[in-house]
């Protein structure tokens, strides 16, 4: 078994801040750590690009890499102080395919496959897809790879597994090859950093990006209907914005005049997050769309009471174990959802229960094992 692994799709801000807080990146990154810990971290390499080769080789020292460079790329990169990245680049002009070809691997695995991330290569290819958002946005040019004999395709859920069986009309034989292996999800949270702001203080938390999809207005209405019956904060946190969604929450905050009640922190560390999501009173999440669902289940496992909605692949990822807006767009039903859950006393006996067959179901070391049951194939 030789597996090449690709890690050209982390992001830039990842790497300056040297922290993993991207959904994608922190899903690699658990799974290459269990790989370590199995010790079979010699039958994979990672192939990274050249400006974040440092990053992979401090984090991840247990793995061969792979640095994927071209000095006029560099040179632009170095020339722009780092603003022009192009690296891109490295793999359409074939650097990728170059090297992937060259190293004698079995296979290659596509941790994050979608239409930018994804090269052809005589090689099979093991492709893991978190959903095809960007398929229903922007169409279906470069998803090719969905239907490729040499392309073993793995979903995170169900859901995602369904959608791409609809969108792309696939037989039911092509349905049944694809394998849904689910998002590991660390259960360890004590590494923390203490936010000062938040020291005594009640609050609700909402962890997504701030793009459309993820819907965070209904919330900050419900939150405005409540905001005198309750001395709670609400803290939203993301990692990537939208200029446009972005501007329409902050507009609605200062409209409302919620500066003083609403905090909005961006690209926070993952020590940060961790303290986030073990000390909130309530988590919340309005999300239209995600092809798993990440957050609701970590918080959760952290014994915070849920509230979210049933949309796309959030109510299998919960199980059905949290509490569910009807309509995600309904601020008046998600403020009385809020107020009840305030005032209702926490049951921490029910909350144990929740955490625990989440842990069981995400364990890491078990998505880890079922992964190298795949690989082991090749």
């Avoid at 596509?110 to 005589?122: E, L």
């Avoid at 849920?306 to 998600?334: F, Q, R, S």
């Amino acid at each position: 078994m030789n597996i090449l692994v690709d890690c050209t799709f982390f992001g830039h801000e990842e790497i300056k801040k040297n922290s993993i807080f991207l959904s994608t990146s922190i899903f690699t990154a658990e799974i290459l750590n269990n790989f370590a810990q199995f010790g079979i971290n010699q039958y994979f390499t990672l192939v990274v690009t050249y400006n974040h080769a440092q990053f992979f080789k401090q984090n991840f020292p247990q793995f061969k890499i792979i640095t994927l460079s071209f000095f006029p790329l560099r040179l632009i990169n170095t020339l722009s102080l780092g603003k022009i990245k192009a690296t891109k680049y490295l793999k359409k002009w074939g650097f990728f395919k170059r090297a992937a070809e060259k190293g004698k691997f079995d296979a290659i695995w596509f941790p994050y496959c979608s239409d930018y991330t994804f090269v052809k290569t005589s090689l099979p290819s093991v492709c893991t897809v978190h959903n095809i958002f960007r398929v229903h946005k922007n169409g279906m040019k470069k998803w090719d790879f969905i239907t490729r004999k040499n392309c073993e395709i793995v979903t995170v859920s169900d859901f995602t597994k369904d959608d791409i069986a609809k969108t792309f009309s696939l037989t039911d034989e092509q349905k049944n090859k694809i394998k849904k292996i689910t998002n590991p999800i660390s259960h360890v949270f004590t590494e923390q950093t203490e936010l000062p702001f938040l020291k005594g203080k009640t609050y609700i938390l909402n962890i997504n990006a701030y793009t459309a999809k993820k819907n965070q207005l209904p919330l900050l209405k419900a939150f405005n209907i409540i905001k005198d019956k309750t001395d709670a904060l609400l803290v939203l946190c993301g990692s990537y914005k939208e200029k446009t969604t972005f501007g329409a929450i902050t507009e609605f905050i200062e409209r409302n005049n919620l500066n003083e009640r609403v905090i909005l922190l961006y690209h926070i560390q993952q020590n940060e997050l961790n303290y986030l999501l073990t000390h909130a009173r309530l988590f919340i999440s309005t999300s239209m769309y995600e092809g798993f669902g990440r957050t609701p289940v970590e918080a959760a496992i952290n014994y915070i009471p849920v509230i979210t909605t049933k949309e796309t692949a959030i109510h299998e990822a919960t199980m059905g174990l949290c509490t569910y807006m009807e309509n995600p767009h309904d601020e008046n039903e998600l403020s009385r959802l809020i107020l009840k859950e305030l005032s209702t006393p926490q049951n921490f006996e029910k909350l144990q229960k929740i955490s625990e067959q989440f842990i069981k179901n995400y364990s890491p070391q078990k998505i880890s094992e079922e992964y190298t049951e795949l690989f082991l194939r090749y």
